[in-house]
T-cell receptor, first 113, second 114 residues
Framework: NAGVTQTPKFRVLKTGQSMTLLCAQD?????MYWYRQDPGMGLRLIHY???????AKGEVPDGYNVSRLKKQNFLLGLESAAPSQTSVYFC????????????FGPGTRLTVL | AQKITQTQPGMFVQEKEAVTLDCTYD???????LFWYKQPSSGEMIFLIY??????QNATEGRYSLNFQKARKSANLVISASQLGDSAMYFC???????????FGKGTRLHILP
């Protein structure tokens, strides 16, 4: 099992460009999450999904969109990147609400110039 | 509103001593879960321990225990006999029953001194 994988690992964008971050899990988990981590701010929840075809807003959803067309994939999109979106992005998955542990991906380091 | 607070930005502890990392939370939902994660300098997130709001006993996992004081809304992590490898960032997190989102505190950076 690969667990949770994230693509790409690093990316540099110019302001206004768009991109999609891919999160994939092979554990048949229902729940998936996107977080951003910034120095001194901890992990902040961007969007999450409790099942295929469903998404919900987290704490900091503005400027991001997500899609969960397939159970194993959770995509995070930036339509028009801004320097404030420079961050490390983590994806996580969880079997369901009865299971305690979130499994995290290795992170994606995004820089917006 | 759901909220997690970690008031210690950083801590320095002598090797082999016990460590307590503070975490307080706020929620109006009677059903919630509390998590602790470790993030070493390599960046990965490592799950340590979980406590459910209805669990009667404090959770323990090896050298980690969670001091759950429901009335005070605190969920402190206790690491017994600290080791140099415990140096890392530690995050407290919470889920609540209504919407299943999991939010994190800002973290505490722990330094273990030889």
């Amino acid at each position: 099992n690969a667990g949770v994988t994230q693509t790409p690992k690093f990316r540099v964008l110019k302001t206004g460009q768009s991109m999609t971050l891919l999160c994939a899990q092979d554990m048949n988990h229902e729940y998936m999450y996107w977080y951003r981590q910034d120095p001194g701010m901890g992990l902040r929840l961007i969007h999450y999904s409790v099942g295929e075809g469903t998404t919900a807003k987290g704490e900091v959803p503005d400027g991001y969109n997500v899609s969960r067309l397939k159970k194993q994939n959770f995509l995070l999109g930036l339509e028009s990147a801004a320097p404030s979106q420079t961050s490390v992005y983590f994806c996580a998955s969880r079997l369901d609400s009865s299971y305690n542990e979130q499994f995290f991906g290795p992170g994606t380091r995004l820089t917006v110039l | 509103a759901q909220k997690i607070t970690q008031t210690q930005p950083g801590m320095f502890v002598q090797e082999k001593e016990a460590v307590t990392l503070d975490c307080t939370y706020d929620t109006s939902d009677p059903s919630y879960g509390l998590f602790w994660y470790k993030q070493p300098s390599s960046g990965e997130m490592i799950f340590l321990i979980y406590q459910g709001s209805y669990d009667q006993q404090n959770a323990t996992e090896g050298r980690y225990s969670l001091n759950f004081q429901k009335a005070r809304k605190s969920a402190n992590l206790v690491i017994s006999a600290s080791q140099l490898g415990d140096s890392a960032m530690y995050f407290c997190a919470m889920s609540q029953g209504r919407d299943d989102k999991i939010i994190f505190g800002k973290g505490t950076r722990l330094h273990i001194l030889p």
